[in-house]
């Protein structure tokens, strides 16, 4: 989610800063707020607050479904493609902020991925743009399991 070297730079920074001390989570939080702000990564948006972030997924329950919307040309590419996320009917589930890739599976089943998708927490449809012309046999989101969610298959 913040990258390698921003999480190692708030892990550095958490470490230095409360050194033989008893923390708190919001403490370890900060630390990881600053690395990002220090970062200059917008990928999250211009006004990511990690802190809300964090309690989007660790005050609430349930788990987030992620539907691929497509639609297809006549010679089978990808004419438009989106992630519906809807909430698990079990729990106390919200929409949540997150990154997921997207392989793309051509006709000789080589895998074409998009990384970094973000999913909206404020929206259920997001748009993605698939960068990828040929014919598509399958298309998996999550195929490498970083993201904390259920998929719904087409």
């Not at 200059?40 to 990511?48: A, C, H, I, L, R």
Request: with cysteine.
């Amino acid at each position: 989610m913040l990258g390698h070297n921003t999480f190692e730079a708030g892990i550095h920074r958490y470490f230095k800063t409360y050194e033989w001390q008893n923390t708190s989570l919001p403490d370890f939080v900060g630390c990881l707020q600053w690395a990002f702000d220090q970062s200059g990564d917008k990928s999250m948006g211009s006004d990511f607050n990690f802190s809300a972030w964090c309690d989007t997924w660790l005050k609430t329950s349930g788990i987030n479904i992620l539907e691929p919307l497509i639609e297809y040309n006549d010679d089978h590419s990808v004419k438009t493609f989106a992630i519906r996320q809807t909430c698990d009917l079990r729990g106390k589930n919200q929409l949540r902020k997150q990154k997921v890739n997207v392989a793309f599976y051509d006709s000789d089943f080589k895998a074409h991925l998009i990384e970094d998708i973000l999913i909206s927490e404020k929206q259920e449809l997001n748009s993605v743009d698939v960068g990828f012309n040929g014919p598509v046999s399958a298309i998996i989101i999550n195929p490498d399991a970083h993201a904390y969610c259920k998929v719904r298959f087409d």
